[in-house]
């Protein structure tokens, strides 16, 4: 994983607006290539596909989220990290330290940072790419429950 020069790619301007300086483009598909992170907005709902639009192009979302509001993929409000540990692989921001984003993104050494980066992009490449992928990722999650693994085998023991 190549880490990004921020200074070669962003540049602010007279007007405040920060816009791509190299490559000479500004096709969303392209800067998301050249960034090392992405911002992945909640949307309307507890989910959104920017999250691994984000993952897929190499890059570490980034999340303005509490523990109890949004959940990342495989996860359950008990076991947020059974398959994944999603805090190798994305940065949650606490949407009242929003501010210190900059900061905290940083504070990251090289070596976190891409191990984040190679995290993001192995659950891509496992689990997100394909619809094969996410019913993998299903099925390993459900079988993984203990709840759901002891009641198959109790049913097992009851039907034996």
Known sequence: ?????????????ADGSTLPQEPNTTRYEDILRHSTFGG????????????????????????????????P???SGADRDRLVDWSKCALFVPPRMKNETVRV???????DVCEMQRCALAFWDEFASTRA???RGLLRWVNSDPLIVNASEVAVDLAG
């Not at 993104?105 to 070596?111: A, F, G, P, V, Y």
């Open 133 to 135: 992928g996410w019913l």
């Open 40 to 71: 992945a907005p909640r949307g309307d709902c507890l989910w959104s596909y920017r999250f691994t639009e984000i993952m897929s192009a190499g890059a570490v979302p980034v999340l303005y989220s509490n523990a109890w509001d949004w959940l």
């Open 73 to 75: 993929p495989f996860s």
């Open 105 to 111: 993104i940083r504070s990251l050494s090289e070596q």
């Open 1 to 13: 994983v190549r880490l990004k020069d921020p200074k070669t790619y962003w540049s602010n301007h």
